[in-house]
């Protein structure tokens, strides 16, 4: 089984930036889709981007498609969301999220096994 530990919330302005880290152990991610979700307070858990295993791939939400980037280094075990033009509307805990046998891709949270804790991401407007 993998572990996952996110890193790199904060509070940043409107408009800024910030990347965020999902740092793995107990078993390679090269033999995990990867990706990060986000929850809201007041609400559900949201897909925001995911990377196939090699890399070679990556999707994205329409909230999140031009502004954020999810990136993999599997040398490393470990995953990446570059988010830039960042929006109030981006505050949320974001969770990285991991499974086998997932369609990559699908933004439905209940098809991935493994989760980090989250990390605490607060745009102020």
């Known amino acids: 089984q993998v572990q996952l530990v996110e890193s790199g919330g904060g509070l940043v302005q409107a408009g800024g930036s910030l990347r965020l880290s999902c740092a793995a152990s107990?078993?390679?991610?090269?033999?995990?889709?990867m990706a990060w979700f986000r929850r809201a307070p007041g609400k559900e858990r949201e897909f925001v981007a995911a990377?196939?295993?090699?890399?070679?791939?990556?999707y994205y939400s329409n909230s999140a498609q031009g502004r954020f980037t999810v990136s993999r280094d599997n040398a490393k075990n470990s995953v990446h969301l570059q988010m830039s033009s960042l929006k109030s509307e981006d505050t949320a805990v974001y969770f990285c999220?991991?499974?086998?046998?997932?369609?990559?891709?699908?933004?439905?949270?209940?098809?991935?096994?493994?989760w980090g804790q989250g990390t605490q991401v607060t745009v102020s407007s």
């Open positions: 999220a991991a499974d086998r046998t997932v369609v990559p891709g699908s933004p439905n949270p209940t098809e991935y096994d493994f």
């Open positions: 990377i196939t295993k090699t890399g070679g791939s990556s």
């Open positions: 107990g078993s390679p991610i090269s033999s995990y889709t």
